[in-house]
């Protein structure tokens, strides 16, 4: 229903930031929850965290909470992730993803995915 492309994603040194951004197109944005995922190679794929329709709750894993922040621009029809203190075990493809508005907290609801943008963070 929803079309989403990540960018934002390169190479960064531990401790360093980044935001990946995506955009979407088609359907109507504010209707959608927006996740953010992530794959490093020969895994399966991990929840980040997400946000709901209103842009006024989050949720995030464990390894990156207090490290990295979702927001989202229901005008622009972006959402975003701020990355700070990025270690190397971060490095992946990160993916964002779009789910019904009333099932934003529950990750098995996102299945409408982007292409993926690689953050790369070395030692």
């Known amino acids: 229903q929803v079309q989403l492309v990540e960018s934002g994603g390169g190479l960064v040194q531990a401790g360093g930031s980044l935001r990946l951004s995506c955009a979407a197109s088609?359907?109507?944005?504010?209707?959608?929850?927006m996740g953010w995922f992530r794959q490093a190679p020969g895994q399966e794929r991990e929840f980040v965290g997400a946000?709901?329709?209103?842009?006024?709750?989050?949720v995030y894993a464990d390894s990156v909470k207090d490290r990295f922040t979702i927001s989202r621009d229901n005008a622009k029809n972006t959402v975003y992730l701020q990355m700070n203190s990025l270690k190397p075990e971060d490095t992946a493809v990160y993916y964002c993803a779009a789910a019904h508005k009333w099932l934003w907290s529950n990750r098995n609801a996102y299945n409408n995915w982007g292409q993926g943008t690689q953050v790369t963070v070395s030692s």
């Open positions: 946000i709901d329709w209103t842009g006024g709750n989050t």
């Open positions: 088609g359907g109507i944005f504010s209707n959608y929850a």
